[in-house]
């Protein structure tokens, strides 16, 4: 049986101001903000930069009310800087000055801790994303923490996202791609004494069967994790 996880929180239209949302994967970027109900997608892949992107979403967003803008990225973020390009992405990341092209205040946060900020229930967790790439993310206590899991090595002289990412997916087929997800996420939640495992991403869906400990991920969470990183980052959640 599936179980997902479904924090209690306040629903999105609760937020006293409105927050537009992206959340940018490899292969489509979510557009959504607290004010507006639909959810739009932005093909993005790897050539896209963050001046492509922002073309794509002005267009998208013409006429909405915002105040604030989150930025889930993939890849190493630290205290809102992007350290590197992202694997999955185009060039021009780094260093890129997102509150002045959209003239707002802009939080940018790693897209795996975006969705566990979301995701988290007390204790200890340890999210893994399962998309294009292999987010990972670990919260004890309230303290959260970004990891980049992705690209420690694995076997073969290959990285962990060589086995559990979408190429893998695709190179391995589903089977033998759900058998590695299996013994990954039972390694790293032993390693890190994690109470209860989140699994989320586009492609945590493709499991049949998931692994002792574990919860479904949902993807309103990467939207619940923004209210979250508005009024906790950077300090004890409190749950």
Known sequence: ML???????PHLKQVPFDILVLD??????????????KLVKIPSGRSMSPREMMGAVRRKIAGWNIQAVSIGLPGLVLHGRILH???????????????????????????ATMQALGSYQGGRMLFLGLG??????????GRLESLELAHLLYRKKCTYE????????????????????D??????SKVLRADYVVLGGGNA???TDLPP????????????GVIRLWEYLGANLGY
């Not at 292969?27 to 507006?36: D, E, L």
């Not at 294009?132 to 206590?141: E, H, L, Q, Y």
């Not at 060589?162 to 997800?181: C, F, N």
């Open 3 to 9: 179980v997902r996880a479904r924090p209690t929180v």
């Open 24 to 37: 940018v994967g490899g292969t489509n970027i979510k557009v959504r903000a607290t004010g507006q109900k």
């Open 85 to 111: 390009d992202p694997r999955n992405l185009g060039e021009g990341w780094v260093g890129f000055d997102f509150s002045k092209a959209f003239r707002l205040p802009v939080k940018v946060i790693n897209d």
């Open 132 to 141: 294009t790439g292999f987010g990972s993310a670990f919260i004890v206590d």
């Open 162 to 181: 060589d086995y559990v990412g979408v190429r893998a997916l695709e190179r391995l087929g589903q089977k033998k791609w759900a058998q590695h997800v």
């Open 183 to 188: 013994v990954i996420v039972k390694h790293f």
């Open 205 to 207: 869906k493709k499991l």
């Open 213 to 224: 400990n574990c919860i479904m991920g949902d993807n309103e969470n990467a939207f619940i």
